[in-house]
T-cell receptor, first 116, second 112 residues
């Protein structure tokens, strides 16, 4: 069964450094998402991306964050200057079409980001 | 943000019995509800969903019930198996947005 793949599985970065998290969505999917889960908290929506542009973003997704689909397969999340509070599990997801009946989002296994 | 709530942090069930996981929501705009299962060190895995125009959806051992008037949904697993032991998340979306709003999860332990 097709799956969403994320790399790396664990990223350790010094505070203030830039980090890029990578995702390969399911190949025929058109909608892409990033979520994060801080330890002990809920899974939170960050951003959705469709047709090469951001379709929606949360309050968390400030100017330090950016997303890109640099080629036909990868979808990346960049954090420009990391802060301690960015430490979390970051999940990439994709769906074939937008939300609605029979349009579930499928998630990758996540990247654990640890900011020192 | 308490739009989706799972009030039971954990549930323990004997193998072969029914597991019932509950979820409440507050936003009337939600029109699509999903259940995900999550094992440690893995991402959420989609299990089953239901549209707000239905009150029940069944897929094998998994059935989701939706009570719109009570803003409540539940996931029934029958019969429960040890491999079902995981954290179960309820999620919802609706209105003009695709984003999923997640509950806090319920840890299900199925005892052999």
């Amino acid at each position: 069964e097709p799956e969403v793949t994320q790399t790396p599985s664990h990223q350790v970065t010094q505070m203030g450094q830039e980090v890029i998290l990578r995702c390969v969505p399911i190949s025929n999917h058109l909608y892409f998402y990033w979520y994060r889960q801080i330890l002990g908290q809920k899974v939170e929506f960050l951003v959705s991306f469709y047709n090469n542009e951001i379709s929606e973003k949360s309050e968390i997704f400030d100017d330090q964050f950016s997303v890109e689909r640099p080629d036909g397969s990868n979808f990346t999340l960049k954090i420009r200057s990391t802060k301690l509070e960015d430490s979390a599990m970051y999940f990439c997801a994709s769906s074939e079409r937008g939300a609605g009946p029979n349009q579930p989002q499928h998630f990758g296994d996540g990247t654990r980001l640890s900011i020192l | 943000d308490q739009q989706v709530k799972q009030n039971s942090p954990s549930l323990s069930v004997q193998e072969g019995r029914i597991s019932i996981l509950n979820c409440d929501y507050t936003n009337s705009m939600f029109d699509y509800f999903l259940w995900y299962k999550k094992y440690p060190a893995e991402g959420p895995t989609f299990l089953i969903s239901i549209s707000s125009i239905k009150d029940k959806n069944e897929d094998g051992r998994f059935t989701v019930f939706l009570n719109k008037s009570a803003k409540h949904l539940s996931l029934h697993i029958v019969p429960s198996q040890p491999g079902d032991s995981a954290v179960y998340f309820c999620a919802a979306s609706g209105g003009a947005t695709n984003k999923l709003i997640f509950g806090t999860g319920t840890l299900l332990a199925v005892q052999p």
